[in-house]
């Protein structure tokens, strides 16, 4: 398969919790993308890497998420003490310019 | 900033012809996307638009006026699996030509 990948799919935690999320961004596409969509809403910009240089980061993303991006292939992001208003669907996305995006299957947050 | 507005949801009957509408505000506009969301999926690009005028692409069309800051998504021949969700996006000056800015997406129901 050569799309964009996430993993894990499906993520329950407890407020509190620290959760890791990991992207694989189609092999040849230099750039990744960080969105967060909750319910009835479109996908939020959290993030922005060109290789591995992290470009641009929202406002959304406050100091208790960050993201990594180490030898400009796969990027995780993590979040500490998750807390419930983090529950969303965290889609990856990747693209080889500046063109159409590629999204990757999403991650499904549930803090309890 | 950047603001986009399109119907919350439409519905229309298989085999007819629907139109999506989309409304942006954005500083030095540098293109416009659709894309494809069905409940619990990653969106899935349909269509890019930087120029005026029509892309046509099988079934679905999308039309671009950069003066008027309109959008539209043409789906034709409409089929029940068409039923999704469709996202509008917009990639400007104001956000480093990078990320997309998504507006919350037209819920279309396609009936038998």
């Known amino acids: 398969d050569t799309g964009v990948s996430q993993d894990p799919r499906h993520k329950i935690t407890k407020r509190g919790q620290n959760v890791t999320f990991r992207c694989d961004p189609i092999?040849?596409?230099?750039?990744l993308y960080w969105y967060r969509q909750t319910l009835g809403q479109g996908p939020e910009f959290l993030t922005y890497?060109?290789?591995?240089?992290?470009?641009?980061k929202s406002r959304l993303l406050s100091d208790r998420f960050s993201a990594e991006r180490p030898k400009g292939s796969f990027s995780t992001l993590e979040i500490q003490r998750t807390e419930q208003g983090d529950s969303a669907m965290y889609l990856c996305?990747?693209?080889?310019?500046?063109?159409?995006?590629?999204f990757g299957p999403g991650t499904r947050l549930t803090v309890t | 900033g950047q603001n986009i507005d399109q119907p919350t949801e439409m519905t229309a009957t298989e085999g007819a012809i629907v139109q999506i509408n989309c409304t942006y505000q954005?500083?030095?506009?540098?293109?416009l996307f659709w894309y494809q969301q069905h409940a619990g999926e990653a969106p899935t690009f349909l269509s890019y638009?930087?120029?005026?005028g029509l892309e046509e692409k099988g079934r679905f069309s999308s039309f671009l006026s950069r003066s008027k800051g309109y959008s539209y998504l043409l789906l034709k021949e409409l089929q029940m699996k068409d039923s999704a969700s469709y996202l509008c996006?917009?990639?400007?000056?104001?956000?480093?030509?990078?990320?997309?800015?998504f507006g919350t997406g037209t819920r279309l129901l396609v009936s038998p």
């Open positions: 092999s040849e596409h230099n750039r």
């Open positions: 638009n930087v120029l005026d």
């Open positions: 954005t500083s030095g506009f540098n293109g």
């Open positions: 996305a990747s693209s080889p310019e500046a063109d159409e995006q590629y």
């Open positions: 890497f060109q290789n591995e240089a992290q470009l641009e």
């Open positions: 996006a917009v990639r400007g000056r104001s956000t480093g030509f990078q990320k997309l800015v």
